[in-house]
């Protein structure tokens, strides 16, 4: 925390930024850097004359947490977990702990799936989830926690599950792309927000294609792909025409992204084996209204260039031999543009670019 002329500011040194704060968030800044308890903190608010300070408090700590600017010095519970939970994700065997009714209601159906495919493998790392003072705290390993809001902790475990796959050597880079496979080829789906990779994934696991994942995409040093299994991400626009596609499939627990969009998340019929596959057809969406759904050729080279703006790796840029891989898996796929309206035409067209079941 700092003032200019009179201006409270919190300084986030690991995104070079600074925060202008009202007066209330520079009091709640201040007197955490003086170490000031949380339930504390929640009575000098109140005396202030903000109410209900428990729901103010969790709402500003949960943003300051999130943008990296505050952690919480709580430490997990040392007592037995409400729940254990092992999964195996991205070739990783890792375990969620909770230690809070509200988070295992919240948070656990996300990953339940992932359990029935838990390897042997040593546990990568532990994730726990607890409460404290009324709030939602979450950490890895027990290092420092974050403070989460109940809406959002489902989505924000999921992204820190992600980065830490991100951050895994083993990995060259990871692709934002969805994925399906067919008779043991990936089929990439990729596009700008909004193309509709999601939704289309979904139309697609009723015409003979397996699941790997709506967003993200890890490609290995040999140019294969395995897709992180999170279960598909649906935003609350499209939730009366999934839940007609797919009638008792959509969980009814809303969660609300970082970014403050509600979603939903849809189980999944037909998940695919979590290990790599070569990587057949790559396809970026088009969404035109209106129009009938066709596949416009793509130079690979095009496709490398969207696929690099939007891709990640853990030394945060794309090594000579990472970037050698992708060109040399895009050259081998075939590789087209779809512009489409209607779902199921688009489906019915992919399939038979993709070859019969």
Not at 105 to 122: G, I, K, N
Not at 216 to 233: A, C, E, H, K, N
Request: with cysteine; proline share 6%; hydrophobic share 40%.
């Amino acid at each position: 925390m700092t003032f200019i002329d009179d201006q409270p500011i919190i300084v986030s040194r690991s995104r070079h930024a600074l925060f202008e704060l009202n007066q209330i968030a520079g009091y709640i800044g201040c007197r955490l850097e003086e170490g000031v308890s949380l339930p504390q903190l929640a009575q000098e608010v109140v005396e202030r004359g903000f109410t209900p300070a428990s729901a103010m408090l969790k709402t500003v700590l949960a943003d300051w947490s999130q943008s990296g600017l505050v952690h919480a010095t709580n430490r997990p519970p040392v007592s037995s977990p409400l729940l254990l939970q092992q999964i195996s994700l991205g070739g990783r065997s890792v375990v969620l702990r909770y230690h809070d009714e509200a988070l295992v209601r919240h948070v656990a159906p996300l990953f339940t799936h992932l359990q029935a495919q838990v390897s042997d493998r040593p546990i990568d790392a532990t994730y726990h989830l607890w409460s404290a003072h009324d709030l939602c705290l979450f950490s890895r390993d027990e290092g420092h926690a974050s403070v989460l809001q109940l809406n959002q902790a489902a989505t924000i475990v999921k992204a820190q599950l992600t980065q830490d796959i991100i951050n895994d050597p083993r990995w060259s880079l990871a692709l934002h792309a969805g994925c399906v496979s067919r008779n043991g080829q990936a089929l990439l789906l990729t596009g700008h927000p909004g193309a509709g990779k999601t939704t289309l994934i979904s139309w697609l696991l009723k015409c003979d294609f397996a699941y790997h994942g709506d967003d993200i995409v890890m490609l290995d040093s040999r140019g294969r792909v395995q897709g992180l299994p999170f279960l598909p991400t649906i935003k609350s626009g499209a939730w009366p025409m999934m839940g007609l596609r797919y009638p008792g499939q959509l969980e009814t627990q809303v969660h609300w992204r970082p970014d403050r969009r509600r979603v939903r998340y849809l189980s999944v019929p037909a998940m695919a084996e979590q290990s790599p596959v070569p990587v057949g057809w790559i396809v970026k969406l088009r969404r035109v209204r209106g129009a009938r759904a066709q596949l416009v050729p793509q130079h690979p080279a095009a496709l490398i260039k969207h696929l690099l703006s939007e891709a990640a790796s853990a030394s945060g840029e794309a090594d000579p031999l990472a970037l050698d891989t992708l060109i040399r898996t895009v050259s081998a796929a075939r590789t087209c543009e779809l512009h489409y309206d209607d779902l199921d035409e688009a489906a019915a067209l992919l399939g038979t670019f993709c070859g019969a079941a």
